[in-house]
């Protein structure tokens, strides 16, 4: 059973020359969207569908894509609300302390006292850096930001983050 990632909804069609709107949801859409990619559209009670990219560029909020053998609004008409996804046979290696969203939702945040924060269940990403929701017991979610001085180390083997929480990060949550 191949296992795959979701980068982006089609939330329409884009003028006559079958390009549709995508609402991404990639780190990488240069990547994931250069012409030539594979991507599989999946879509409710229908059997999911190979396409390769011919053509991608950006339009306001939106990542506009074309693909080989749809030439025409009429040929993607059909694919809208389809989730895209991605092979994870084609995910590429990241580089070292770089990591896949579905790789970091759902580990277990330590504090460095050996504490049990609780499970990421969520990654925002507002800016400069990404901010890690962490869900706890009997307490609001926590926001913690992505940089060296929060997260210490990570570990998907045993599933776990080391953090170190700045003075004041968490006053506003307790």
């Not at 059909?78 to 989730?83: N, S, T």
């Amino acid at each position: 059973m191949t296992e795959y990632l979701k980068v982006g909804k089609i939330v329409n069609t884009h003028g006559i020359r079958g390009e549709v709107r995508v609402i991404s949801q990639t780190d990488f859409p240069e990547e994931r969207y250069q012409p030539g990619a594979e991507l599989v559209l999946f879509r409710d009670q229908k059997e999911p569908l190979q396409l390769t990219v011919a053509s991608h560029r950006k339009h306001k909020n939106f990542d506009l894509l074309t693909f080989a053998g749809y030439p025409n609004i009429n040929d993607v008409e059909a694919f809208r609300d389809g989730i895209l996804k991605v092979s994870m046979a084609n995910l590429s290696d990241l580089a070292e302390n770089e990591y896949y969203y579905h790789e970091i939702i759902g580990l277990t945040v330590v504090e460095e006292d050996g504490t049990v924060m609780g499970k990421i269940k969520e990654i925002l990403s507002p800016g400069a850096n990404d901010v890690w929701v962490v869900q706890r017991k009997g307490q609001k979610d926590a926001l913690l930001p992505y940089i060296e001085s929060v997260v210490k180390a990570i570990n998907l083997e045993e599933g776990t983050v080391v953090v170190e929480i700045p003075e004041g990060l968490l006053d506003d949550a307790n």
